[in-house]
């Protein structure tokens, strides 16, 4: 019964590094999304996807990158880590059309 | 421009006794409305929601009231429980498009 599966749950970065976020979920969902979350600002949607190859922006999308080749998989890129991506990164996925999503417990991610 | 507001940063509670917690919106699109819990290292987790065609929905303690002229929703928790005590987000979406606008959250504090 694992749901929504983020890895890893921690990483440190150097600025310019590039590295992968990991989302699984095994609850056949159509809908996969990527948030930031940062102090005073909420849950914030970087990228989103509808389905197997079909992903579009959200909110803050610069400086990210998404794929979805798999219903099961939403890996998130960062192309070249900055400061400013100092976040913890949640994973979320839901039914087409669904009125809830599940999320993941998150990725706390710190640039240097 | 955040279109879901929280504009309480904390809330401290006595045990017993009511939490309020309110949130504030400003796109008249949105049809659906959703509170999200979350406690530290864990990810949010889905508390309660409610449509814009009614205006109260209850759940055992928990009980979501929405005041769509004012653009207003509020939850209230009634007796509050020292377990309670957790980052609360409000979100809202338009039913069917999957995408959810999350507020800045609301830390509870419910003291023994």
């Known amino acids: 019964n694992a749901g929504v599966t983020q890895t890893p749950k921690f990483q440190v970065l150097k600025t310019g590094q590039s590295m992968t976020l990991q989302c699984a979920q095994d609850m056949n969902h159509e809908y996969m999304s990527w948030y930031r979350q940062d102090p005073g600002m909420g849950l914030r949607l970087i990228h989103y996807?509808?389905?197997?190859?079909?992903?579009d922006q959200g909110e803050v999308p610069n400086g990210y990158n998404v794929s979805r080749s798999t219903t099961e998989d939403f890996p998130l890129r960062l192309l070249s880590a900055a400061p400013s991506q100092t976040s913890v990164y949640f994973c979320?996925?839901?039914?087409?059309?669904?009125?809830?999503?599940?999320f993941g417990q998150g990725t706390r991610l710190t640039v240097v | 421009d955040q279109q879901v507001k929280q504009n309480s940063p904390s809330l401290s509670v006595q045990e017993g006794r009511i939490s309020i917690l309110n949130c504030d919106y400003t796109?008249?699109?949105?049809?659906?409305f959703l509170w999200y819990k979350k406690y530290p290292a864990e990810g949010p987790t889905f508390l309660i929601s409610i449509s814009s065609i009614k205006d109260k929905n209850e759940d055992g303690r928990f009980t979501v009231f929405l005041n769509k002229s004012a653009k207003h929703l509020s939850l209230h928790i009634v007796p509050s429980q020292p377990g309670d005590s957790a980052v609360y987000f409000c979100?809202?979406?338009?039913?069917?498009?999957?995408?959810?606008?999350f507020g800045s959250g609301t830390k509870l504090n419910v003291k023994p």
């Open positions: 979320a996925s839901s039914e087409q059309g669904a009125t809830e999503a599940f």
């Open positions: 996807s509808v389905g197997a190859g079909i992903t």
């Open positions: 796109n008249s699109m949105f049809d659906y």
């Open positions: 979100a809202a979406s338009v039913i069917g498009f999957n995408k959810f606008y």
